[in-house]
T-cell receptor, first 114, second 110 residues
Framework: ETGVTQSPTHLIKTRGQQVTLRCSSQSGHNTVSWYQQALGQGPQFIFQYYREEENGRGNFPPRFSGLQFPNYSSELNVNALELDDSALYLC?????????????FGQGTRLTVV | GENVEQHPSTLSVQEGDSAVIKCTYSDSASNYFPWYKQELGKGPQLIIDIRSNVGEKKDQRIAVTLNKTAKHFSLHITETQPEDSAVYFCAASKVDKLIFGTGTRLQVFP
């Protein structure tokens, strides 16, 4: 059984650029959630994907968007990057879309916007 | 509103002592409360969780208690070891999301 993997591990982008982060869910999991973790803070929920559809969204602007593929892997896209987007981006996979189900996190992608 | 408060923000203990981290949530509809351990440069790792129909759960040196009336839940680590040093996050579920606390940095000194 493979765990949750994210790529890349680190990324540096310039303000105004676009970025795509990737996540492979744990084997057997059909749900992926994305979180933003600023330095010294707890993770903040961005959105969840369940069976290729967005299934819940946090307080993030539309320039944060996502996709989920038939194999349940997922992408997080951020357009028009701002300095405040610098953070650790985490994805978590779970067996189903209920928020009462155990969620397993990847190691994260550290995004730096300069 | 939706909020999870976590205390203390930092905690230093001697190896072998106990450590307690406390969280308070605001939404009475929350019914799932996981705890995560995050080591430097890594993603959060689920260490224990509790559901609202249970008041206490234990797994070796780790235990979690839940007081639904007061909307409090706590993590208890006994016989702490240096490898317990990390940042610990509590979280509370809502219908559409998981709300995290702000974290507690635990340092265990040999």
């Amino acid at each position: 059984e493979t765990g949750v993997t994210q790529s890349p591990t680190h990324l540096i982008k310039t303000r105004g650029q676009q970025v795509t982060l990737r996540c492979s869910s744990q084997s057997g999991h059909n749900t992926v959630s994305w979180y933003q973790q600023a330095l010294g803070q707890g993770p903040q929920f961005i959105f969840q994907y369940y069976r290729e559809e967005e299934n819940g969204r946090g307080n993030f602007p539309p320039r944060f968007s996502g996709l989920q593929f038939p194999n349940y892997s997922s992408e997080l896209n951020v357009n028009a990057l701002e300095l405040d987007d610098s953070a650790l981006y985490l994805c978590a996979s779970s067996l189903d879309s209920s928020y009462n189900t155990e969620a397993f996190f990847g190691q994260g992608t550290r995004l730096t916007v300069v | 509103g939706e909020n999870v408060e976590q205390h203390p923000s930092t905690l230093s203990v001697q190896e072998g002592d106990s450590a307690v981290i406390k969280c308070t949530y605001s939404d009475s509809a929350s019914n799932y409360f996981p705890w995560y351990k995050q080591e430097l440069g890594k993603g959060p790792q689920l260490i224990i969780d509790i559901r609202s129909n249970v008041g206490e759960k234990k797994d070796q040196r780790i235990a979690v208690t839940l007081n639904k009336t007061a909307k409090h839940f706590s993590l208890h680590i006994t016989e702490t070891q240096p490898e317990d040093s990390a940042v610990y996050f509590c979280a509370a579920s809502k219908v559409d999301k998981l709300i995290f606390g702000t974290g507690t940095r635990l340092q265990v000194f040999p």
